[in-house]
């Protein structure tokens, strides 16, 4: 299966912004449904954007819409995360996760109700108030 590096977390203060990077490799990057997760402590792991690596059409958790943009270049094949505006709530580890997939079925919240699931280790994104 796909393997997936993260990098990028950090800490920012409130209204900062960071960039993610999910770095993939393995054979067929374009045939995966791609998209990146947050989990706080005490919390459930939750959706945040997803898009099909073959490109196509993008979709966003509501407590993303308007801040996060999801993006990638396969060229490089890396996914990425560009989070503006950021405040406290949205201090978590973050994790790129991709599924195989046919690309019609890529859409809307399809990636965050997969079970089967490959993840990278995740990076620390703290926003302090």
């Known amino acids: 299966q796909v393997q997936l590096v993260e990098s990028g977390g950090g800490s920012v203060q409130a209204g900062g912004s960071l960039r993610l990077s999910c770095t993939a490799s393995g054979y067929r990057y374009s045939s995966y449904c791609m998209g990146w997760f947050r989990q706080a402590p005490g919390k459930e792991r939750e959706g945040v954007a997803a898009k099909y690596s073959g490109g196509g059409s993008t979709y966003y958790a509501d407590s993303a819409k308007g801040r996060f943009t999801i993006s990638q270049d396969n060229a490089k094949n890396t996914l990425y995360l560009q989070m503006n505006s950021l405040r406290p709530e949205d201090t978590a580890m973050y994790y790129c996760?991709?599924?195989?997939?046919?690309?019609?079925?890529?859409?809307?919240?399809?990636?965050?109700?997969?079970?089967?699931?490959?993840w990278g280790q995740g990076t620390q994104v703290t926003v302090s108030s």
């Open positions: 996760a991709a599924a195989l997939t046919s690309p019609i079925y890529c859409r809307g919240n399809y990636l965050f109700m997969r079970k089967d699931l490959s």
